[in-house]
T-cell receptor, first 113, second 112 residues
Framework: GNSVTQMEGPVTLSEEAFLTINCTYT??????LFWYVQYPGEGLQLLLK?????DKGSNKGFEATYRKETTSFHLEKGSVQVSDSAVYFC????????????FGKGTKLSVIP | DAMVIQNPRYQVTQFGKPVTLSCSQT?????MYWYQQKSSQAPKLLFH???????NEADTPDNFQSRRPNTSFCFLDIRSPGLGDAAMYLC???????????FGPGTRLTVT
């Protein structure tokens, strides 16, 4: 089955620091890849996506590149803000017939002023 | 704005007392999902509907049921809630099963 290995948290950074959250996956076929973000007490929001190898997804200053050769989809942001404090989930979507979104365990990010 | 709406946002029920959570969508998506998310864990898929076709996950307890009376609405019924069912319940929709999923804000269920 599919699986996701996501960087363990919590991660604490100072404002304007560089962020990397690592994600590697195993999945059936050629999955689409997603990063979701969950702010405290809220549901998940789609942050960015990539649907094929070498695609780069980007949104709100965050980026992730679909690396088929390393089965990775690392999340990066050049300068984090306090408002980026949240839990981030990496999730490949794949399947044969019945597609499943497989979530990583989540990485909690805290950004301090 | 097109969206996924969950009501109520917070629900308190008593041990063993049936409870229903609701989800509606204005996206006109074919697929609707219910996830359970316990504290500090990833969401766990309970079941989903593709149009009227119901798909249950193998490890979803029988205590959990779902109804989808029309495209826009989907309900999660917990027949006899136990203390272990306290969690955030997330509804999501997608255009098709191979497309990205859009989540509602969730309903936090407390069982007393």
């Amino acid at each position: 089955g599919n699986s996701v290995t996501q960087m363990e948290g919590p991660v604490t950074l100072s404002e304007e620091a560089f962020l990397t959250i690592n994600c590697t996956y195993t999945a059936t076929g050629y999955p689409s890849l997603f990063w979701y973000v969950q702010y405290p007490g809220e549901g998940l929001q789609l942050l960015l996506k990539a649907t094929k190898a070498d695609d780069k997804g980007s949104n709100k200053g965050f980026e992730a590149t679909y690396r088929k050769e390393t089965t990775s989809f690392h999340l990066e942001k050049g300068s984090v803000q306090v408002s980026d404090s949240a839990v981030y989930f990496c999730a490949p979507l794949s399947g044969a017939g019945s597609y499943q979104l497989t979530f990583g365990k989540g990485t909690k990010l805290s950004v301090i002023p | 704005d097109a969206m996924v709406i969950q009501n109520p946002r917070y629900q308190v029920t008593q041990f063993g007392k049936p409870v229903t959570l609701s989800c509606s969508q204005t996206l006109n998506h074919n697929v609707m999902y219910w996830y359970q998310q316990k504290s500090s864990q990833a969401p766990k898929l309970l079941f989903h509907y593709y149009d009227k076709d119901f798909n249950n996950e193998a490890d979803t307890p029988d205590n959990f049921q779902s109804r989808r009376p029309n495209t826009s609405f989907c309900f999660l019924d917990i027949r006899s809630p136990g203390l272990g069912d306290a969690a955030m319940y997330l509804c999501a929709t997608s255009r098709g099963s191979s497309y990205e999923q859009y989540f509602g804000p969730g309903t936090r269920l407390t069982v007393t």
